[in-house]
């Protein structure tokens, strides 16, 4: 069995937002997907440590705002490598309007946005899967979404490829993170975009 046959499978690249009990948040997923086109549903898979998970648990509605090739590196460092728990991403953030259902859409770096209401929670363990019907949606340009492969070769930053001399370097595939050490810790979790050890790769020179 080839593990690396995960790697081919596609992805896109979304904004998920949703706002419960007065507080709004927004996370990057790439995960979303129709599942059923009559009715129209789509999926997505959340990680529960996300404080927009339980953001969309808890009111059963939520914008998938979908990143387009013209996406920068900005968007996915402030909805990904922060948490809603520490901080308000929509603070001062001006790249967003209000959708029909009261709930955030990004309006830059992206070409459409789906609002949807939560028909089934799935409990996946790490995860919950949520089956919502598509209530509204609308596109916002003409530029083709961003997969995550696009991601990977032209949004993400171009790390140095080598490790200073004679020493070995752990980068994160996801953000670019550097941890510095021989071996890297089979339980260590990026500090920036919270992706496992299994993200990392190993550099020297
Ligand atoms: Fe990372």
Known sequence: MDKKTMYKLTYG??????????KDSGCIINTAGQVTSEPNRISITVNKAN???????????????????EASFDTFRHFGFQS???????????????????LYYITAGTNGYISAK????????????????????????????????????????????????????????VCGYVYEGEELPEDFVCPLCKHPASDFEKVTQ
């Open 51 to 69: 404080f927009t998970h339980d953001l969309v648990k808890k009111s059963g509605s939520f914008n998938v705002s979908i990143l387009s090739e």
């Open 118 to 173: 939560v028909e089934q929670a799935i409990d996946l363990g790490s995860h919950t899967m949520f089956i919502a019907s598509v209530e509204d949606m609308e596109v916002l340009s003409g530029t083709a979404s961003a997969s995550y492969a696009y991601y990977q070769a032209s949004i993400k930053p171009k790390p140095e490829k080598t490790a200073p001399a004679g020493k070995t370097v752990w980068r994160c595939s």
């Open 13 to 22: 690249l979304f904004v998920l937002t949703s706002q419960a009990e007065g």
């Open 84 to 102: 809603g728990r520490e901080v308000d991403k929509f603070a001062g953030y001006e790249d967003c309007k209000r959708s029909a259902n009261g």
